[in-house]
């Protein structure tokens, strides 16, 4: 019951910045976790960044993207973002919004469909 609908993936050259945001919408609790993952063709999907819901928006890191990427949320709580700089080629992938949250005692996960970030050497 809850939607997650990214933008601002497409091309950019090694060195480049891009932005990507994910709306979410529907049944949000309080309490939830918001993240970023990537997916490569042929490769495993991989976490990027997190961040809690919590007033101190807590955040975490693939070791990968420390230092060039960087997750944030507005003060709705209800979109978060993937600021995007120094990419490299490594970073071609399809980006996946992702939402965690407890209902009825049950581990919930929600995916967006996705947002095609291209790097370009």
């Known amino acids: 019951q809850v939607q997650l609908v990214e933008s601002g993936g497409g091309l950019a050259q090694t060195g480049g910045s891009l932005r990507l945001s994910c709306a979410a919408s529907?049944?949000?609790?309080?309490?939830?976790?918001m993240g970023w993952y990537r997916q490569a063709p042929g490769k495993e999907r991989e976490l990027v960044a997190g961040i809690t819901s919590g007033r101190s928006g807590r955040t975490n890191y693939a070791d990968s993207v420390k230092g060039r990427l960087t997750i944030s949320r507005d003060n709705a709580n209800n979109t978060v973002y993937l600021q995007m700089n120094s990419l490299k080629p490594e970073d071609t992938a399809v980006y996946y919004c992702?939402?965690?949250?407890?209902?009825?005692?049950?581990?919930?996960?929600?995916w967006g469909q996705g947002t095609q970030v291209t790097v370009s050497s």
């Open positions: 529907g049944s949000i609790l309080p309490i939830h976790v």
């Open positions: 992702n939402l965690v949250q407890m209902e009825l005692g049950d581990r919930r996960e929600y």
